[in-house]
Nanobody, 124 residues
Framework: QEQLVESGGGSVQAGGSLRLSCAAS????????MNWFRQLPGKMREGVAS???????RYADAVKGRFTISQGSVKSMLYLDMNSLKAEDTGMYYC??????????????????WGQGTQVTVSS
């Protein structure tokens, strides 16, 4: 049974840093994309960062230069290092995985596997 479990959320002051972790287990299939998404209060879920099977990364403009996505030496771990956090980064953060090559588009519909989410709160 495929499973994604996030951890590392919490409360931090503006300008601070957090590291989110996502532990993947039970995946026997080829995974093309591992992504972080977030849902800000009153908004639709949106893509934050992606890392693809070949190691290429991609970021949303809102987080470029502040957030870094990476995988552990064992690719079952996914990380999101968030620096220079802003109040507008406050929301629920989710990791997601896709075995569908169409996930390269970043479209949520191609992500079948989701974690339960972890809350990030940034106070100004």
């Amino acid at each position: 049974q495929e499973q994604l479990v996030e951890s590392g959320g919490g409360s931090v002051q503006a300008g601070g840093s957090l590291r989110l972790s996502c532990a993947a287990s039970g995946f026997a299939r080829n995974i093309y994309c591992m992504n972080w998404f977030r849902q800000l209060p009153g908004k639709m879920r949106e893509g934050v960062a992606s890392i693809y099977q070949n190691g290429t990364t991609r970021y949303a403009d809102a987080v470029k230069g502040r957030f870094t996505i990476s995988q552990g030496s064992v690719k079952s771990m996914l990380y999101l290092d968030m620096n220079s956090l802003k109040a507008e980064d406050t929301g629920m953060y989710y990791c997601a995985a896709s075995g569908n090559i169409a996930c390269l588009s970043g479209d949520l519909q191609y992500f079948k596997f989701w974690g339960q989410g972890t809350q990030v709160t940034v106070s100004s």
